[in-house]
């Protein structure tokens, strides 16, 4: 519902032409329809990282609909989101999507994107509705420098300055901390940024021959951490990569910069809880394979190449039955089924997402209207923030959510 407009002549200025730049300027103009709205992008590319996103299908959001399970997907900034949804969540961004035209379906993991598979509808839609609501877009327009005044701030570009009532800022991560020192300059906290969502790096260990193997669930354990998730693993040519492996590097973002990704992981690839019940698997399965080569026989359901490598490296013939078991490799297979040890050593920034886990520290906006609290007048949205979530559409529903709040300009 439109609100009245308060503002008739309100001038807000957006900097950053990305997912939150254009999501707050559609806010803006759906709360104040007479405020004169202008993003300002400082490359000669708008919507850069939503053409490329989700392998060039743009996963714009995700289908889990309740805003305290939705909270739940961000290692940074849960609290603060869960308030935040209760304003704009995941449903909310399906229906924005379907009232201009765009329909979004959702795969067997949730994930949800435009029926077309293509993040072209996505930058069209914003295109037409940037037109249609008459905002002003300027490319090749950098703002490095905001002074605030009594009644609003002022904006350093390149070759002038100009007065507006209201700025949102939505430039997105940096790699870098001095990449927020404009902001950090107005008086801004800034947790220092590191990425999140990458794959772990095992140089030198032969399971790098697996490379292109999924096992479809799978336990990992960061070894001196609480850290473990389970889900699937891919094996690449440079270590593992797969949803497991990415949910944990964005739950230890910072951890595993501190230890500068090198660290060691636990693998349970059976996901059967203990050794116990391992045990007790294959005593009754033994009867019917006893008499069948290990390699051929596998009561796991590993795939066989995994299966193969697993025997090899618990030193097991693949010419030996399972009746030739000894003792001694029967509990080195366990082992290694339960509790195998990989050395990780750098990452690989993950392609299809990688988000920065860092920005403007949290305690410095109010959620309620990302409105900074120090400095009045300026709304934060997106990636700028210290909020990010794990893979599956939640940055982006991030973006939708934060901008459509910043917005209304409470
Ligand atoms: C390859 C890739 C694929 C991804 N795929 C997905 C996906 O499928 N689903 C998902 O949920 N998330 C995905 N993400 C994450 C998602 O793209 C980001 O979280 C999201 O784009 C953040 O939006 P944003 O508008 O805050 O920042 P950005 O998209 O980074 O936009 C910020 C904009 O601000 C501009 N800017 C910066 N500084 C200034 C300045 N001083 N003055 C003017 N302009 C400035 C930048 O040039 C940029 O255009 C992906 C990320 C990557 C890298």
């Given at each position: 519902?439109?609100?009245?407009?308060?503002?008739?002549?309100?001038?807000?200025a957006?900097?950053?032409?990305g997912?939150?730049?254009?999501?707050?300027?559609?806010?803006?103009?759906?709360h104040?329809?007479n405020?004169d709205?202008?993003?300002?992008?400082?490359?000669s590319k708008l919507?850069?990282?939503?053409?490329?996103?989700?392998g060039?299908?743009?996963?714009?959001t995700?289908?889990?609909?309740?805003?305290?399970k939705?909270?739940k997907?961000?290692?940074r900034g849960?609290?603060?989101?869960?308030?935040a949804?209760?304003?704009?969540?995941?449903k909310?961004?399906?229906?924005?999507?379907?009232?201009?035209?765009v329909?979004?379906?959702?795969e067997d993991?949730n994930?949800?994107?435009?029926?077309?598979?293509?993040?072209q509808?996505i930058?069209?839609?914003?295109?037409r509705?940037?037109?249609e609501?008459?905002?002003?877009?300027?490319?090749?327009?950098?703002?490095n420098?905001?002074?605030?005044?009594?009644?609003?701030?002022?904006l350093?570009?390149?070759?002038?300055?100009?007065?507006?009532?209201?700025?949102?800022?939505?430039?997105?991560?940096?790699?870098?901390?001095?990449?927020?020192?404009?902001?950090?300059?107005?008086?801004?906290?800034i947790?220092?940024p590191?990425?999140?969502?990458?794959?772990f790096?095992?140089?030198?260990?032969?399971i790098?021959?697996?490379?292109?193997l999924?096992?479809?669930?799978?336990t990992?354990r960061?070894q001196g951490?609480?850290?473990?998730?389970?889900g699937?693993?891919?094996?690449?040519?440079?270590?593992?990569?797969?949803?497991a492996?990415?949910k944990?590097?964005?739950?230890?973002?910072?951890?595993?910069?501190e230890?500068?990704?090198?660290f060691?992981?636990?693998?349970?690839?059976?996901?059967?809880?203990?050794e116990?019940?391992?045990?007790?698997l294959?005593d009754?399965e033994?009867?019917?394979?006893?008499?069948?080569?290990?390699?051929?026989a596998?009561?796991?359901?590993?795939?066989?190449r995994?299966w193969?490598?697993?025997?090899?490296?618990?030193e097991?013939?693949h010419?030996?039955?399972?009746?030739?078991?000894s003792?001694?490799?029967?509990?080195?297979?366990?082992?290694?089924?339960?509790n195998?040890v990989?050395?990780?050593?750098?990452?690989?920034?993950?392609?299809?997402?990688?988000?920065?886990?860092?920005?403007?520290?949290?305690?410095?906006?109010d959620f309620d209207?990302?409105?900074?609290?120090?400095c009045?007048?300026?709304?934060?949205?997106?990636?700028?923030?210290?909020?990010?979530?794990?893979t599956?559409?939640?940055?982006f529903q991030?973006a939708w959510t934060?901008?459509?709040i910043?917005g209304?300009?409470n």
């Amino acid at each position: 519902m439109e609100k009245s407009d308060s503002y008739s002549k309100l001038k807000v200025a957006i900097i950053g032409g990305g997912a939150a730049g254009f999501f707050a300027a559609f806010s803006v103009k759906e709360h104040h329809k007479n405020a004169d709205v202008v993003i300002y992008e400082k490359s000669s590319k708008l919507l850069a990282k939503v053409k490329v996103s989700g392998g060039g299908r743009c996963n714009v959001t995700n289908s889990c609909f309740s805003a305290s399970k939705l909270s739940k997907f961000y290692p940074r900034g849960e609290k603060n989101m869960k308030k935040a949804f209760s304003v704009f969540q995941a449903k909310d961004t399906v229906v924005w999507f379907e009232e201009r035209g765009v329909k979004l379906k959702a795969e067997d993991d949730n994930r949800m994107f435009p029926t077309t598979d293509n993040s072209q509808t996505i930058i069209d839609c914003f295109q037409r509705e940037v037109v249609e609501k008459g905002i002003r877009v300027i490319t090749q327009t950098p703002v490095n420098k905001l002074i605030p005044n009594s009644s609003g701030i002022t904006l350093r570009l390149d070759d002038r300055s100009e007065n507006f009532d209201k700025v949102i800022i939505s430039t997105g991560g940096s790699p870098k901390e001095t990449g927020f020192k404009w902001l950090k300059d107005l008086g801004h906290s800034i947790t220092p940024p590191v990425p999140s969502l990458f794959t772990f790096n095992i140089p030198g260990n032969p399971i790098r021959k697996l490379m292109g193997l999924v096992i479809d669930s799978a336990t990992v354990r960061i070894q001196g951490t609480k850290l473990s998730y389970t889900g699937p693993i891919l094996m690449t040519h440079w270590g593992m990569s797969g949803p497991a492996i990415l949910k944990l590097s964005a739950w230890g973002a910072r951890i595993l910069a501190e230890r500068d990704y090198k660290f060691n992981i636990q693998i349970n690839w059976v996901s059967i809880k203990n050794e116990e019940e391992v045990n007790s698997l294959l005593d009754s399965e033994l009867p019917t394979i006893r008499r069948k080569k290990i390699i051929n026989a596998n009561p796991f359901g590993l795939p066989n190449r995994m299966w193969a490598f697993l025997l090899r490296k618990a030193e097991i013939s693949h010419d030996s039955l399972w009746l030739e078991l000894s003792k001694k490799s029967r509990n080195k297979l366990i082992n290694l089924l339960l509790n195998d040890v990989y050395e990780v050593s750098g990452k690989t920034t993950f392609k299809e997402e990688f988000v920065t886990c860092g920005g403007i520290s949290l305690s410095d906006i109010d959620f309620d209207s990302m409105e900074s609290r120090v400095c009045k007048h300026l709304y934060f949205a997106g990636e700028v923030i210290d909020v990010d979530g794990i893979t599956g559409g939640f940055n982006f529903q991030a973006a939708w959510t934060t901008a459509y709040i910043a917005g209304k300009l409470n």
